[in-house]
């Protein structure tokens, strides 16, 4: 692809615009953001706090630890973190940067203030508004359909920016509808690797760095560690089998410390850290354990990260479909790209990944994210490996659609529409499990 051609600065664009820095969950860190932004907006410390969320950022705030809190969980922390401590100028990092002496104060003002949580009444999968008040004076600030995505300020009633929501439109985004596999990879044969260096640099950097720290320390589950502590044969005897076992443990580390309160920034893909890590790091562990040039591992994670947003532009930000799943297959695709680089190894791939574990839920962000990361992966590479031994699921097999293309499409289609009440009924159970713990 030319530098001329106007879909490769889209390219680089898209993925400038996905791959952010943030630290902690995406969505308890979008609500401290929106939270600090209130405040700011206020001018002044509120004594009553209003959230008001879609099920889907409740869902996946619910359980998870938010960052530079003491490990208070849930969307009361993440707003009190947001308004004590927040830095809302760095967006998904708004609590990066908290003090020991702030951390106490963010415990106290929970303890002292009115901060209410409501399901908000709203038609999108992705809404939170904070409302923050101090005796007359008020503030409000609206996020919708994406982690940044601010929509509407006031304050005292007095409208400072209102920007039309329409549906589930990602407003100011480049669009992605031009994405094709065969696209990427000619993308990922041909960007100039100075155009994307940077932004590589610092998802090589940041998400490896989480990843050991989760196998070095003690979180959640400790996944990754219970897959290397089980097969201790395997990492003694080496060879392609350690490789896989350790590129999907490392990616369930990742998630591991990142649900779980580490205090390490990740860069995200598609909204989601758990899918930045799941994308790159068994691609990072392969590279480097083959043996391949710098700039083939960057051209791998081109691919793997504009195949982890193509599939989840159809799907959305936040569904009922498992975005681990979508992230293990690009990964599955981008170590093939390392092994044989070839448009009908890529697709194959990532065909026959998305055919055997498309359909797993999203229950919201916690421990158990790293079991289904490491799932992913195991599943990315089966893809790959049943490529190799010229095996592979036909269209009419199930939801499995002729051609690559379609069957993003299917499980696009099978994501968004077809999970939505799925999606309901998680939450549904989600949030009587809250109600009786």
């Known amino acids: ?134 005796g007359d004076s008020s503030a409000q600030v609206r996020i919708a359909n994406f982690h940044t995505n601010i929509v509407h300020i006031e304050k005292n009633g007095q409208v400072e920016l209102d920007v039309e929501v329409a549906a589930e439109s990602e407003e100011g985004l480049t669009d992605r509808s031009f994405l094709t596999v065969e696209l990427i990879l000619d993308f ?69 410390a990142r649900m779980n309160g580490c205090e390490l920034p990740v860069i995200i893909n598609s909204g989601s850290g758990n899918q930045g890590i799941t994308a790159s790091v068994p691609v990072i562990v392969y590279a480097r354990e083959m043996g391949v040039s710098e700039e083939k591992m960057y051209r791998a994670l081109v691919l793997s990260n504009l195949l982890g947003i193509h599939q989840k532009s159809p799907i959305g930000r936040l569904s009922a479909y498992c975005g681990a799943i979508s992230a293990g297959a690009a990964a599955g695709c981008g170590i093939a790209y390392l092994k044989d680089g070839s448009l009908e190894a890529i697709s194959h791939t990532l065909v026959n990944a998305l055919a055997i574990a498309s359909g797993v839920v999203c229950d919201g962000a916690k421990a158990s994210c790293a079991g289904k990361i490491a799932l992913a992966v195991d599943n990315g590479l089966l893809g790959y490996e049943m490529y190799c031994q010229k095996q592979q699921f036909v269209g009419g097999d199930g939801i499995v659609k002729k051609g690559v293309e379609n069957m993003i499409a299917s499980v696009g289609r099978l994501g968004r529409e077809g999970m939505k009440e799925t999606d309901k009924e998680i939450l549904r159970i989600m949030i009587d499990k809250w109600t009786n713990d």
């Open 188 to 256: 990922a044969n041909t960007v100039d690797i100075a155009d994307v260096k940077k932004v590589l640099d610092t998802q090589i950097s940041y998400n490896m760095a989480i990843a050991e720290e989760g196998l070095k320390n003690d979180y959640g589950a400790n996944v990754g560690s219970v897959l290397l502590a089980s097969h201790p044969e395997v990492m003694a005897a080496g060879g392609e089998s350690a490789l896989r076992l350790k590129s999907r443990a490392m990616a369930a580390a990742g998630s591991d």
């Open 1 to 134: 692809m030319l530098k001329s051609d106007i879909r490769y600065q889209q390219c680089i664009n898209i993925l400038e615009e996905e791959l952010l820095p943030a630290m902690g969950c995406t969505e308890p860190i979008a609500v401290a953001y929106c939270a600090a932004m209130a405040r700011k907006t206020l001018g002044e410390m509120p004594d009553k706090v209003v959230v008001e969320a879609s099920g889907n950022i409740i869902k996946n705030v619910k359980s998870v630890i938010v960052p530079n809190t003491g490990h208070l969980r849930g969307i009361p922390a993440a707003a009190a973190a947001g308004i004590v401590a927040g830095a809302e100028d760095k967006q998904l990092e708004v609590i990066s940067q908290v003090s020991e002496s702030q951390q106490a104060e963010i415990k106290r003002y929970l303890e002292n203030t009115d901060i209410s949580v409501r399901l908000a009444e709203s038609s999108l999968i992705f809404d939170i508004i904070v409302t923050v008040s101090k």
